[in-house]
C-alpha cells in the first residue's frame, strides 16, 4: 500500500512475465504457448471483490483460446490463502490484499514474487438520494446517523480504521460488518445512512447505492496482489489468464468495475 | 434396569453417527492452542461477548416459550381449518438461509420496514443494531425448535386427561395452565433446551439485522466467525468456550431439571 | 325426573338416536355392545361432543338444545364423570386430584382440600391423599375417580365402563362399593357398560343399544328374562329363536319347529336356558316333543360343565356337565340330539 512506485513497476513485470520473476525458461514457454494457444482448464483463486470483472475477462480469454475453460474460486481473500495452504489445486491467486498474500508466499506456494495489478479505495456508499445528507468521511463521527463500517477483522475495516486515523476522526458506527457485501446489504435495505465499504462495491450495488469520494481515501489505497501458484497444474493457461489482466483491456475492464490502477 | 445387548445393524451407525458428531470436535481439542489459552480467553471482549450470547439466548428462550408454547398448542389441538398450512409456515424458519432470515426481519422490522417504519415514526424506536434487535433474530430462528417440540408432545398427550378437566369444571384457560402444561412440560423442557442452543449459535439472522457491535451485538458465534477471519486460533478458542458454556449449561439443567421431570 | 335427554349425533356410519330419562336417585345402565355409540351418549350428555340434533335437559335446565341454539359448555354442568381408565391428572397428588373440581368451581384452596379429604375418608383411600396416581392399585385408582366424580355433589353422575379395567377380583369389590355410592347418591346416575353383570347389580333400569338405537329397555331382570336381541341373549346365556306361534308350536324363522307348554299366536321369541338342554349321542326314546339333530359347533369348559354350541335347524346352546361331555365322547363335528321340556321353553311376542 505504501510502496505505489514498486507496485506500478511490479505490474510491468508481470505484463512481461507474469510473475515468473524473470524466469527466462517461464517467458519462453509463455512465447510458445501463444502459438498454439493454452488449452485445458485453469483454475482461478480470486477475492470475492474481482468476481465481476474476473468472470468477464474469463469469457474474454475463453473466446480468445479455444479449447480453454476458466475456472474460478470467488471467497474472502482468507479463505482462499487457508484453502491454499491446505493443499487446494490452483493456477492463479489473486488476493485483495498482500497479508494474505504473504500467507501463500510464506509458505512457499507462490510462483516467483507476487505483482501488484489493481487497487482499490474506500468510498461511502449511502441509499440512493443520500436521505441523511452525508458529505463526507467527517459524518462517521456523528451520533444521530445509523451507521455502518467493516469489522476490524476483515480487510475493509483494517483500512477503514486506517483512514479514520490518518484523518483524526473518532467514528461511532452502530454495527461492524462482517463483509462489504453485508454493510451494503444495510444501505441497500435503507436500514443504515452509510457505510464506509470499496468503490468497487459501490459500483457493483448498482443504482440502490451512491458512493461518495472522500481525499482521505488515500490514506489507505488497497492494493491487489497476484501470482501464479508453483503447483500450478496448467503454468501456460495461469500466464495467458495473469497477461490479460495486465494488458491495457484488463486494465479497462477493471476501471469499469470501480478499481484503478496501481 | 436390564441391559440388552444392542444389535449390531443399529450399533455399527450409530458408532459411526458418533464419529460423525465428535470427530470434528475432537479436531478443534486437538488444533487448540494450550499454551496461549490463558491470553486469548482474557482478550478484552470474550466475556462480554459470552454474557450477551448467554443473556440474549436465554431471552429469546423465554420469549419462544411465551409465544411459541401457545402456538404449538394451536397446532396440535384447535381445529381451525389453516392448521396444515400454519405449520409449514413456523417451519419456515428452519429452511430459510438465516441471513436470509435476518433480511426477511429488515423489511418488516427495519426502520424502514413495514412495522419499523411505523414504529420510528410514533415513538422514535429503531429496533436494529440493537441486543433487542439480537434477541429477536434468535428467537425467529429457534423459536420453531420449541414449537416443534412442545407440538409433538401435545400430540402424545391424551386428550382425554383434557376431557376430565372439563367433567371437573375447568375451562380451556384452566385446563390448559393446570392440566395440559403439566402434563407436557418435559416436552416444553426439551423444546426450550433446543431452543436456547439453536439461539446460543445463532449466527446468520443475527450478524444480518442486529449487525456486529461489541458490547451491544456481538455474540459469540459472531465474534468467533470475525476472529476467523484474522486469528484462527483465537476462533478455536473462541469456540471451545461456547462450547464448554452451552454443554456445562445443558448437563446442569438436565439433573436439575429435566432428570426429575424423567422420573415422575 | 332429573335428566331428560334425547341424543342424535352422527359419527362417520353410525348415527346414534337415544331417548332417555333418569329420575333423581335413579341409576339407568346402557348396556350394549362395542361401537354401539355408548361412550358417543355419554359424551354428549357430559358436553365434551355437540350433538346434531335434541335436547338434554337436568332437572328442567337446558344443557343442549339444538334447534334452540342452546349449549352449556361442559366445564359449566354440574356434573361428575368417572372413565374407564381413571384419568386421574399424574402430575397431581391423589387428595389435589380430588380437589381439582371444588378448586375450579371456586372453593378456596382449604375447603376444597377438607372436601377432597373427607369424600377420600368415604371410598377408603385418606390414607393415600398425598401419593401419585402412579402409586395406587387399579381398584384404588377407580375409587379416588369416583371420589374425584362424587366431590361436588353433582346433578348427574357418568361412568363410563368404570370397572372393566380391572382384574376380576377388584371388580367385584370396587363393584359392591360403587353400589354402596351409588345408592347413596341423589341425582341421576348414567352407567355405560357392556357387562351385563354390572347392569344388573348397580343399575335401576337398562336400555340396551346396539347400531346407534335403543333395541330395548326395563328393569335388568326384565331384559334377562326376555332379551330381543341376540347380543343381549348371548350376553345373559340364552338361545334365543325368532318365530311364529301356531298354537303349542312355534314355527322358526331358520326352518324348524319347538313345541311350547302354552298356546301361543303370531311373531314371538322364544328363549331356552342352555342348563334345559339335554343331548343324547342318538334320538331318545320315549318320543320327547322337542328333540333335534345338531352337529357340535364349540364347546368350552365353565367350571364344572362345559358349554356346547350347537349347529342346526335349532341352533343352541347347551351346559352338560363335565363327566357328560366325556362319556358322550363329543368333538367338534361329533352328530347329537339335543332335547328340550316344553315347558323349559319361554316364549314372549316380540
Redesign the interface.
Known amino acids: 500500500m505504501r510502496q505505489r512506485a514498486a507496485a506500478v513497476l511490479a505490474v510491468v513485470a508481470l505484463a512481461a512475465t507474469g510473475c515468473g520473476g524473470g524466469d527466462g525458461g517461464a517467458a519462453a514457454s509463455t512465447a510458445e504457448g501463444s502459438a498454439s494457444g493454452p488449452t485445458g482448464t485453469v483454475t482461478v483463486f480470486a477475492a470475492a471483490s474481482l468476481t465481476d470483472v474476473f468472470t468477464e475477462l474469463g469469457q474474454r480469454l475463453e473466446e480468445e483460446n479455444v479449447g480453454l475453460t476458466v475456472q474460478f474460486n470467488f471467497a474472502g481473500s482468507s479463505a482462499l490463502a487457508t484453502q491454499l495452504t491446505q493443499g487446494a489445486p490452483a493456477d492463479v491467486f489473486a488476493s485483495a490484499n498482500a497479508a494474505q498474500m504473504s500467507v501463500v508466499t510464506d509458505a512457499g506456494l507462490a510462483d516467483g514474487e507476487p505483482a501488484v495489478f489493481t487497487a482499490n479505495v474506500l468510498q461511502i456508499a449511502v441509499p440512493a438520494g443520500n436521505p441523511a445528507g452525508v458529505t463526507g468521511l467527517g459524518d462517521f463521527g456523528r451520533e444521530e446517523l445509523t451507521l455502518a463500517v467493516c469489522a476490524p477483522e476483515v480487510p475493509c475495516g483494517a483500512a477503514s480504521e486506517d483512514v479514520f486515523a490518518a484523518a483524526g476522526i473518532t467514528p461511532r458506527p452502530d454495527t461492524q460488518e462482517e463483509d462489504v457485501r453485508a454493510a451494503l446489504t444495510k444501505v441497500e435495505l435503507g436500514e443504515v445512512d452509510a457505510a464506509l465499504v470499496y468503490a468497487t462495491d459501490v459500483v457493483a450495488a448498482g443504482d440502490a447505492v451512491e458512493g461518495i469520494a472522500f481525499p482521505e481515501a488515500e490514506d489507505a489505497v488497497n492494493d491487489y496482489p497476484l501470482c501464479t501458484l508453483a503447483a500450478a497444474p496448467n503454468p501456460e493457461g495461469a500466464r495467458a489468464f495473469v497477461d490479460l489482466v495486465g494488458s491495457e483491456e484488463g486494465q479497462q475492464a477493471l476501471e469499469a468495475a470501480g478499481f484503478r490502477a496501481p | 434396569m436390564r441391559r440388552e445387548r444392542t444389535p449390531a445393524p443399529l450399533l455399527v451407525p450409530a458408532a459411526l453417527a458418533v464419529a460423525f458428531l465428535v470427530l470434528p470436535l475432537a479436531g478443534l481439542l486437538v488444533r487448540t492452542p494450550w499454551s496461549q489459552l490463558g491470553t486469548l480467553l482474557t482478550a478484552p471482549g470474550v466475556g462480554q461477548a459470552l454474557r450477551l450470547s448467554v443473556v440474549s439466548a436465554t431471552l429469546a428462550t423465554l420469549v419462544s416459550v411465551v409465544l411459541g408454547v401457545p402456538l404449538a398448542w394451536v397446532l396440535a389441538r384447535s381445529r381451525a381449518r389453516g392448521r396444515a398450512v400454519l405449520r409449514a409456515l413456523v417451519t419456515v424458519p428452519l429452511v430459510l438461509p438465516p441471513v436470509v432470515g435476518g433480511v426477511a426481519l429488515f423489511l418488516v422490522l427495519g426502520r424502514q420496514g413495514i412495522l419499523g417504519s411505523w414504529l420510528a415514526e410514533t415513538t422514535g424506536i429503531t429496533i436494529p443494531f440493537t441486543t433487542a434487535a439480537v434477541v429477536i433474530a434468535e428467537t425467529f430462528v429457534a423459536m420453531p425448535f420449541l414449537v416443534i417440540s412442545v407440538e409433538g408432545a401435545l400430540r402424545g398427550a391424551d386428550a382425554r386427561f383434557e376431557d376430565a378437566a372439563a367433567t371437573l369444571g375447568a375451562d380451556r384457560w384452566t385446563t390448559f395452565r393446570r392440566v395440559t402444561l403439566p402434563l407436557v412440560a418435559p416436552g416444553v423442557a426439551a423444546g426450550a433446551v433446543l431452543c436456547w442452543a439453536r439461539a446460543l449459535g445463532e449466527f446468520g439472522a443475527t450478524i444480518t439485522f442486529a449487525g456486529n457491535f461489541p458490547g451491544t451485538t456481538q455474540t459469540m458465534p459472531l465474534a468467533v466467525y470475525l476472529a476467523l477471519q484474522r486469528d484462527p486460533q483465537a476462533a478455536i478458542v473462541l469456540s471451545l468456550v461456547l462450547l464448554v458454556v452451552s454443554v456445562a449449561t445443558l448437563l446442569l439443567l438436565r439433573d436439575r431439571w429435566l432428570g426429575r421431570g424423567a422420573a415422575a | 325426573m332429573t335428566l331428560g335427554a334425547h341424543v342424535v349425533v352422527r359419527r362417520g356410519p353410525l348415527t346414534v338416536d337415544v331417548a332417555l330419562d333418569v329420575a333423581d336417585g335413579e341409576v339407568l345402565a346402557v348396556l350394549g355392545p362395542n361401537g354401539a355409540g355408548k361412550s358417543t351418549l355419554l359424551?354428549v350428555l357430559?358436553?365434551?361432543l355437540p350433538p346434531d340434533g335434541g335436547r338434554v335437559t337436568v332437572d328442567g335446565q337446558p344443557w343442549d338444545d339444538v334447534a334452540a341454539r342452546v349449549r352449556l359448555?361442559?366445564?359449566?354442568?354440574p356434573?361428575?364423570?368417572v372413565?374407564q381408565d381413571h384419568?386421574l391428572?399424574?402430575?397431581?397428588s391423589v387428595l389435589d386430584n380430588v380437589a381439582?373440581?371444588p378448586r375450579?368451581?371456586g372453593a378456596s384452596k382449604a375447603a376444597a382440600r377438607g372436601a377432597a379429604a373427607a369424600w377420600l375418608e368415604r371410598v377408603g383411600l385418606a390414607d393415600l391423599g398425598a401419593r401419585?396416581p402412579g402409586q395406587l392399585s387399579g381398584g384404588q385408582a377407580q375409587r379416588a375417580a369416583l371420589a374425584?366424580?362424587l366431590v361436588?355433589d353433582p346433578a348427574l353422575l357418568?361412568l363410563d365402563e368404570p370397572l372393566s379395567a380391572l382384574d376380576a377380583r377388584t371388580r367385584l369389590a370396587v363393584r359392591a362399593e360403587l353400589r354402596r355410592h351409588l345408592a347413596e347418591f341423589g341425582g341421576s346416575t348414567v352407567l355405560v357398560t357392556h357387562d351385563p353383570v354390572d347392569a344388573t347389580a348397580l343399575a335401576d333400569r337398562v336400555l340396551v343399544v346396539e347400531d346407534g338405537t335403543v333395541v330395548q329397555a326395563g328393569t335388568p331382570a326384565d331384559v334377562a328374562r326376555h332379551p330381543r336381541t341376540d347380543y343381549v341373549a348371548r350376553l345373559v346365556g340364552l338361545s334365543l329363536l325368532p318365530g311364529t306361534g301356531e298354537g303349542l308350536a312355534v314355527r322358526l324363522a331358520g326352518g324348524g319347529v319347538v313345541a311350547v307348554a302354552e298356546p301361543v299366536a303370531g311373531p314371538v321369541l322364544v328363549a331356552i336356558r342352555p342348563e334345559s338342554v339335554a343331548l343324547y349321542p342318538s334320538r331318545p326314546g320315549g318320543s320327547p316333543r322337542n328333540a333335534w339333530p345338531a352337529t357340535l359347533a364349540g364347546a368350552t369348559p365353565h367350571g364344572s360343565t362345559v358349554r356346547c354350541e350347537l349347529d342346526g335347524e335349532v341352533p343352541l346352546l347347551a351346559d352338560v356337565t363335565a363327566t357328560a361331555f366325556a362319556e358322550l365322547g363329543l368333538a367338534p363335528g361329533s352328530l347329537v340330539w339335543a332335547v328340550v321340556k316344553a315347558n323349559e321353553v319361554t316364549v314372549y311376542a316380540r
Open positions: 359424551r357430559a358436553g365434551l359448555p361442559a366445564h359449566r354442568r356434573l361428575g364423570m372413565f384419568l391428572f399424574p402430575h397431581l381439582f373440581g375450579t368451581r401419585r374425584r366424580a361436588g357418568l
